[in-house]
């Protein structure tokens, strides 16, 4: 069965330092996603990528956040200037086509603590 | 626009039904399902697309009403391996999806 991967799977990192979060999408899907889910609550929705652009973003990314795909196997989420309110699990997913006719795949997440 | 889930929390013995409900103010695009155990990433269950849509495998099925704006998932003689939180989700445009509440499902022997 494929599989979205993503490291690591956990992240401590000080308040006002950057991180990046890798993920690596199923090989033959083209959408990608950025999620986050804050302890106990809901997944939230951050950021979706196609043919190496942004498609959508919500307000909870801001100029801090930044996604990249530099290789065409690696997703990546950059986070710039750290906030506490930053921690939560970070799921990475993609799709194969829009619309996610068949479902999101999501990979297992990266637990991110700013201390 | 997230839609809302209810009830937010049920507990089960082996072997009872459960049915969760997902609704919205707005016609809905398409409804998914997902599964999630604690700690772990949301697992894909199913998706309807059309109005009056009911779709399901093994024990767990879904609907969806012709107005595109109530789901409702269906467990039926639940085992201990449905524990989870689920939590149905949306789109209204674009590529931005929408999670609902979540409604937290325990089983018990």
């Known amino acids: 069965e494929p599989e979205v991967t993503q490291t690591p799977s956990h992240q401590v990192t000080q308040m006002g330092q950057e991180v990046i979060l890798r993920c690596v999408p199923i090989?033959?899907?083209?959408?990608f996603y950025w999620y986050r889910q804050i302890l106990g609550q809901k997944v939230e929705f951050l950021v979706s990528?196609?043919?190496?652009?942004?498609?959508?973003k919500s307000e909870i990314f801001d100029d801090r956040f930044s996604v990249e795909r530099p290789d065409g196997s690696n997703f990546t989420l950059k986070i710039r200037s750290t906030k506490l309110e930053d921690s939560a699990m970070y799921f990475c997913a993609s799709s194969l086509n829009a619309g996610a006719q068949d479902g999101y795949t999501f990979g297992s997440g990266t637990r991110l603590t700013v201390v | 626009q997230q839609p809302v889930q209810s009830p937010q929390a049920v507990i089960l013995r082996e072997g009872e039904d459960a049915v969760i409900n997902c609704s919205s103010s707005?016609?809905?695009?398409?409804v998914h399902w997902y599964r999630q155990k604690h700690g772990e990433a949301p697992v894909f269950l199913m998706i309807?697309?059309?109005?009056?849509e009911q779709k399901g495998h093994d024990k767990i099925s879904a609907s969806f009403n012709e107005k595109k704006q109530q789901s409702s998932l269906y467990l039926t003689a639940s085992q201990l391996s449905y524990s989870g939180t689920y939590f149905c989700?949306?789109?209204?445009?674009?590529?931005?999806?929408?999670f609902g509440t979540g409604t937290s499902l325990t089983v018990i022997p």
């Open positions: 090989s033959n899907h083209l959408y």
């Open positions: 990528f196609y043919n190496n652009e942004i498609s959508e």
């Open positions: 707005k016609a809905l695009y398409s």
């Open positions: 989700g949306t789109e209204f445009t674009g590529n931005q999806f929408y």
């Open positions: 309807l697309l059309k109005g009056g």
